[in-house]
């Protein structure tokens, strides 16, 4: 069966963007997770697994019955270091490579009409992994300062930061760092059909967050005694090293993680419509094709 091509290049209204988002994920859902878990996979499972074992040896660690036992604690510790290490850098990669193949999924499917190139998918990838890096950087420093100075400049730079990725994908001319300032300036193109979108999307994840959430809330309550009246100390030191708690968390970190590839998706369709306002390329294009099918 064909799926119906979603036109990325074009300006859109404030519904526009938010249907369109939806649309392509409905429409490429099978082909798009699949180049996701084949290029991004390993680097997922490794970063559940470390995640996994990060909450057990924290659990682990603040075990205060344990407390008078030296040479447990002073295990714990270099096993949690090593968690930590591991749990984070695997998070990165994690988190570099999703958005990656995401934007580079768009791109080929822009490129090709609909049609993708996985081969070519993961060798721009793997190429740009560390251009990501030092984007992803220049991000998280952004907005730890956005948010040292006040509330409303993390609103600000929120929007330029969710579209820097995109400008260094789809406009491959530009350096790293080219990227992150013409990102402040295309922002400001329709800033507040952006954020709205983006508020939205918000909203939508913190409720789905919420749902992925509650077996892991109905279980701590339960295994606690939060029902029942009856809290048992031993039960609290003991529960962030419960399997069944670390099987929980797990799986809502993944859908959480898996969640965030909707952001990513409205990212690159607002920055088309941004750059489309500004630049006016996908018209052009069109216009030019319609002339050439006319001769």
């Excluded at 409303?152 to 820097?164: D, E, G, Q, S």
């Excluded at 999307?201 to 939060?226: C, E, H, K, M, R």
Aim: proline share 3%; aromatic share 18%; with cysteine.
């Amino acid at each position: 069966m064909n799926r119906s091509y979603i036109e990325f290049r074009k300006q859109r209204d404030f519904s526009s963007i938010l249907s369109d988002t939806f649309g392509f994920i409905r429409n490429e859902f099978k082909p798009f997770i699949k180049a996701i878990f084949n290029i991004a996979g390993p680097a997922i499972i490794i970063f559940m697994l470390s995640l996994a074992a990060y909450n057990y040896v924290v659990g682990d660690l603040f075990n205060f019955t344990n407390v008078n036992d030296s040479n447990v604690n002073t295990t714990s510790v270099i096993l949690t270091i090593v968690a930590v290490i591991t749990y984070f850098v695997s998070a990165i990669a994690a988190y570099i490579l999703t958005a990656s193949t995401t934007l580079f999924y768009i791109k080929s499917y822009v490129d090709y009409k609909g049609n993708i190139n996985e081969t070519e998918i993961k060798s721009n990838v793997y190429k740009s992994f560390w251009s990501f890096f030092g984007l992803s950087f220049l991000k998280g420093v952004t907005l730890v300062i956005a948010t040292m100075l006040c509330v409303l400049p993390v609103f600000y730079a929120m929007i330029p930061m969710a579209i820097v990725f995109s400008i260094y994908v789809f406009e491959p001319k530009r350096s790293t760092s080219d990227a992150f300032s013409q990102s402040f300036t295309l922002a400001n193109a329709d800033f507040w059909t952006a954020f709205g979108v983006f508020l939205i999307l918000g909203v939508i994840y913190y409720i789905l967050s919420l749902v992925f959430s509650i077996p892991s809330i109905i279980y701590a309550l339960l295994s606690t005694g939060v029902f029942s009246g009856e809290i048992d100390p031993a039960n609290i030191n003991s529960f962030s090293a419960d399997p069944v708690v670390i099987v929980l968390n797990v799986f809502n970190t993944f859908f959480q993680f898996l969640l965030n590839i909707i952001l990513m998706v409205a990212g690159a369709v607002i920055y088309f419509h941004l750059h489309e306002k500004v630049n006016f390329t996908g018209t052009y294009d069109r216009i030019s094709e319609i002339g050439k099918s006319d001769d």
